[in-house]
């Protein structure tokens, strides 16, 4: 069982936009600003999109964005395209030198 | 441009220690934090544990009674041991660089299968 939650499944329409949640408590996402969302297709490593709740990693476009309000953080997709379609992961610190990660959220494009 | 690759042995046996081995290229190990990340079949990721360069290592409390890190710095390479595995052990191994210690792992290895039976 994934400490953080996350939705098991999303999905939009090519050019929509697509929200994933990422739920924890305060003694993880709630207290850090330390959230990061990886990018993972089948059988290939995940990559990185998102570090510190907000800012995006080199290379990635501007239709990936994070954000935090409280326990929970989100990683919205804007102008969805085919190759978005991916498994994604939220990550979190969690004090003393702990990671913790989401169960993961499959995005469909439609 | 670092570059990670895991290797070690594709089939251990229950109860044995599993074993593998990350090489680091195109870089050095020093002022990073040197990860091992899980992913069993058709599940999520699980946050193993680090090294870090002068030679602090973090573990998940889930794993801190079965898990090792090591490394050696001067042939650019980590390492993990996993004691007494089962077959829940069954996993991809990824091994990464992981930037801060609150997160932003931005390299990672291909990932290499793991399978626990006899």
């Known amino acids: 069982q994934s400490v953080l939650t996350q939705p098991p499944s999303a999905s939009g329409s090519p050019g929509q936009s697509v929200t994933i949640s990422c739920t924890g408590t305060?003694?993880?996402?709630?207290?850090?600003?330390?959230v990061s969302w990886y990018q993972q297709h089948p059988g290939k490593a995940p990559k990185l999109l998102i570090f510190?709740?907000?800012l995006r990693h080199s290379g990635v476009p501007d239709r990936f964005s994070g954000s935090k309000s409280g326990n929970t953080a989100s990683l919205t997709v804007s102008g969805l395209r085919a190759e978005d379609e991916a498994d994604y992961y939220c990550?979190?610190?969690?004090?003393?030198?702990?990671?913790?990660f989401g169960g993961g959220t499959k995005l469909t494009v439609l | 441009q670092v570059q990670l690759q895991e290797s070690g042995p594709g089939l251990v046996r229950p109860s044995e220690t599993l074993s593998l081995t990350c090489s680091v290229s195109g870089g050095s190990m020093t002022d990073d934090y040197w990860t091992w990340v899980r992913q069993p079949p058709s599940k999520g990721l699980e946050w193993i544990g680090y090294f870090y360069d002068s030679g602090r290592i973090y573990y998940n409390p889930s794993f801190r009674s079965r898990a090792a890190i090591s490394a050696d710095t001067s042939k650019n390479q980590f390492s993990l041991r996993l004691t007494s595995v089962t077959a829940s052990d069954t996993a991809v191994y990824f091994c990464?660089?992981?930037?801060?210690?609150?997160?932003?792992?931005?390299?990672w290895g291909q990932g290499t299968l793991v399978t626990v039976s006899s």
């Open positions: 990464a660089r992981t930037l801060r210690y609150f997160g932003n792992t931005d390299i």
């Open positions: 510190e709740v907000s």
């Open positions: 990550c979190s610190y969690a004090g003393n030198m702990n990671l913790v």
């Open positions: 305060s003694s993880d996402v709630g207290r850090y600003n330390y």
